[in-house]
């Protein structure tokens, strides 16, 4: 057999941050800070903090005061300081933050390019709501669609936190184009249930886009009590498999790091026949709006 030469297998390597979130705006920057560069000089390029990492999570009460803490993207304080942290490190950072648009508040994802200039901004699509997760009170559903982006030669889908538990989501982004699928999450213990524990059913979502786009997953949560709320950590890299590469239990602080063979998952991705299976004129029903 010929010996097939080639091109340089093309990686990334990503990282998922995890801690707790609970303070003010500067010490979780500060915190969110020292992650980022640890998983930096450990060679991430690509680093996730969790959601809304600006504060404790807010949604867990409807307070009017709390609006004020929104900001346009390019003044917010987290986007701001991701954009410093992102040049320094050479690195990527998909920023979750509050935004104000006008009269309007989004949970938006600013997606921060290693040259610490926004190339974009997603505004979470599905919005939660329900006790201690009162997301429908503060955010529009987000008006951007999907997006991905190409960073490092990769390109990258990011939801944000419940648009995590939508196949149709993951699909449109892997359809888009992305090879990585990205989440930053804040999700814990559900006050109207002390025995339920989702965080198995979670991973398991999202390991099932891994699957059903041949491609890996990226999540990251946050820990910690905050009032009411444990928020139960379990951030993962899983691969194009679904098989977690890398993972966290509820209470470890630190950053998961793992270089992906992208052209590992391509080829799996190419033989699976998934994306030559699909039957679009079928799905029809996806769409309609009942
Ligand atoms: N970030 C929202 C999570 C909702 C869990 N019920």
Same mark, same amino acid.
């Given at each position: 057999?010929?010996?097939?030469?080639?091109?340089?297998?093309?990686?990334?390597?990503?990282?998922?941050?995890?801690?707790?979130?609970?303070?003010?705006?500067?010490?979780?920057?500060?915190?969110?800070?020292?992650?980022?560069?640890?998983?930096?000089?450990?060679?991430?390029?690509?680093?996730?903090?969790?959601?809304?990492?600006?504060?404790?999570?807010?949604?867990?009460?409807?307070?009017?005061?709390?609006?004020?803490?929104?900001?346009?993207?390019?003044?917010?304080?987290?986007?701001?300081?991701?954009?410093?942290?992102?040049?320094?490190?050479?690195?990527?950072?998909?920023?979750?933050?509050?935004?104000?648009?006008?009269?309007?508040?989004?949970?938006?994802?600013?997606?921060?390019?290693?040259?610490?200039?926004?190339?974009?901004?997603?505004?979470?699509?599905?919005?939660?709501?329900?006790?201690?997760?009162?997301?429908?009170?503060?955010?529009?559903?987000?008006?951007?669609?999907?997006?991905?982006?190409?960073?490092?030669?990769?390109?990258?889908?990011?939801?944000?936190?419940?648009?995590?538990?939508?196949?149709?989501? *993951?699909?449109?982004? $892997?359809? %888009? @184009?992305?090879?990585?699928?990205?989440? #930053?999450?804040?999700? =814990?213990?559900?006050?109207? +249930?002390?025995?339920?524990?989702?965080?198995?059913?979670?991973?398991?979502?999202?390991?099932?886009?891994?699957?059903?786009?041949?491609?890996?997953?990226?999540?990251?949560?946050?820990?910690?009590?905050?009032?009411?709320?444990?928020?139960?950590?379990?951030?993962?890299?899983?691969?194009?498999?679904?098989?977690?590469?890398?993972?966290?239990?509820?209470?470890?602080?630190?950053?998961?790091?793992?270089?992906?063979?992208?052209?590992?998952? *391509?080829?799996?991705? $190419?033989? %699976? @026949?998934?994306?030559?299976?699909?039957? #679009?004129?079928?799905? =029809?029903?996806?769409?309609? +709006?009942?």
């Amino acid at each position: 057999p010929c010996p097939i030469s080639g091109p340089m297998t093309r990686t990334i390597t990503v990282a998922a941050l995890q801690l707790a979130l609970p303070g003010p705006v500067e010490p979780n920057i500060k915190a969110v800070t020292a992650l980022v560069e640890a998983a930096a000089a450990r060679g991430a390029q690509i680093i996730l903090p969790p959601e809304l990492f600006e504060g404790p999570y807010f949604c867990q009460v409807e307070e009017e005061e709390l609006f004020a803490t929104a900001r346009p993207t390019a003044e917010h304080p987290s986007v701001v300081a991701m954009q410093a942290l992102a040049a320094k490190c050479k690195v990527a950072i998909p920023t979750s933050f509050f935004e104000r648009d006008g009269h309007h508040y989004y949970n938006t994802l600013a997606m921060i390019g290693p040259d610490g200039g926004i190339m974009g901004t997603y505004r979470k699509s599905h919005i939660p709501d329900g006790p201690g997760y009162e997301e429908k009170y503060y955010f529009r559903p987000g008006n951007t669609g999907f997006k991905i982006w190409e960073v490092f030669d990769t390109r990258i889908g990011v939801g944000v936190c419940w648009d995590q538990w939508y196949p149709e989501c *993951a699909r449109a982004m $892997a359809l %888009m @184009g992305a090879e990585l699928l990205f989440y #930053p999450t804040a999700i =814990g213990s559900e006050p109207y +249930d002390a025995d339920l524990d989702t965080s198995r059913m979670w991973r398991r979502a999202m390991q099932g886009h891994a699957v059903s786009n041949c491609m890996p997953v990226i999540a990251a949560n946050r820990i910690g009590t905050e009032g009411d709320a444990r928020f139960y950590g379990h951030s993962f890299i899983a691969d194009e498999w679904g098989d977690l590469t890398q993972a966290f239990g509820a209470s470890e602080t630190g950053a998961l790091v793992e270089t992906i063979d992208l052209d590992r998952a *391509a080829k799996h991705r $190419a033989g %699976m @026949g998934f994306f030559r299976d699909r039957r #679009p004129q079928l799905y =029809g029903r996806l769409v309609e +709006d009942v």
